[in-house]
């Protein structure tokens, strides 16, 4: 008898590798983030990448990291991937899903994940942990009882070739 293959991926990898696929839609010339939502019983229930919210012109904003003026950089204008995945769910609740994420959320984001009812937030970068917003955001997601888990790779090479 022909047994099954064990070399198959988690969920974990599974639904970060989503969220990372997500983020190379990402037009952000700097910073590309992925989000992957997902319900108790492992089925997706929305995604989504940082970018210009809908009817803004990707070519008409700036993207820069630093301007003289805070107006003429990206972060006036850019939405977040886990606030658009937020915003992209078009079902009742997201309470008790998980969120795969590939860069912590920032403060703005832990608020709009606590109050949409995402319990569970696996995270790949955390590489703005000492700054304000993400030392707030994590204040913010701890108080709210939202469990924090580092996502952990692996280290398997995923090959999208059929």
Same mark, same amino acid.
């Given at each position: 008898m022909v047994s099954k293959r064990q070399d198959y991926i988690s969920w974990d990898e599974y639904f970060m590798g989503i969220a990372k696929l997500a983020a190379l839609r990402s037009k952000d010339p700097g910073t590309q983030v992925?989000?992957?939502?997902v319900g108790e019983d492992n089925k997706i229930l929305s995604i989504g990448y940082n970018g210009f919210p809908r009817g803004c012109s990707d070519d008409e904003?700036?993207? @820069?990291r630093e301007a003289e003026r805070e107006l003429d950089t990206k972060y006036m204008y850019v939405t977040h991937a886990e606030l658009n995945a937020i915003?992209?769910?078009s079902g009742g609740s997201l309470q008790g @899903? +998980?969120?795969?994420?590939?860069l912590f959320p920032c403060n703005e984001c832990a608020k709009a994940i606590v109050q *949409?009812?995402?319990r569970t937030l696996i995270y790949e970068s955390d590489k703005y @942990?000492?700054?304000? +917003?993400f030392i707030a *955001?994590?204040?913010?997601l701890n108080a709210a009882g939202v469990e924090l888990i580092a996502y952990e790779n692996s280290g398997k090479e995923i090959n999208f070739t059929v």
């Amino acid at each position: 008898m022909v047994s099954k293959r064990q070399d198959y991926i988690s969920w974990d990898e599974y639904f970060m590798g989503i969220a990372k696929l997500a983020a190379l839609r990402s037009k952000d010339p700097g910073t590309q983030v992925g989000a992957c939502i997902v319900g108790e019983d492992n089925k997706i229930l929305s995604i989504g990448y940082n970018g210009f919210p809908r009817g803004c012109s990707d070519d008409e904003f700036p993207w @820069a990291r630093e301007a003289e003026r805070e107006l003429d950089t990206k972060y006036m204008y850019v939405t977040h991937a886990e606030l658009n995945a937020i915003l992209n769910f078009s079902g009742g609740s997201l309470q008790g @899903a +998980k969120l795969y994420v590939t860069l912590f959320p920032c403060n703005e984001c832990a608020k709009a994940i606590v109050q *949409s009812g995402i319990r569970t937030l696996i995270y790949e970068s955390d590489k703005y @942990a000492h700054t304000d +917003k993400f030392i707030a *955001s994590r204040m913010i997601l701890n108080a709210a009882g939202v469990e924090l888990i580092a996502y952990e790779n692996s280290g398997k090479e995923i090959n999208f070739t059929v």
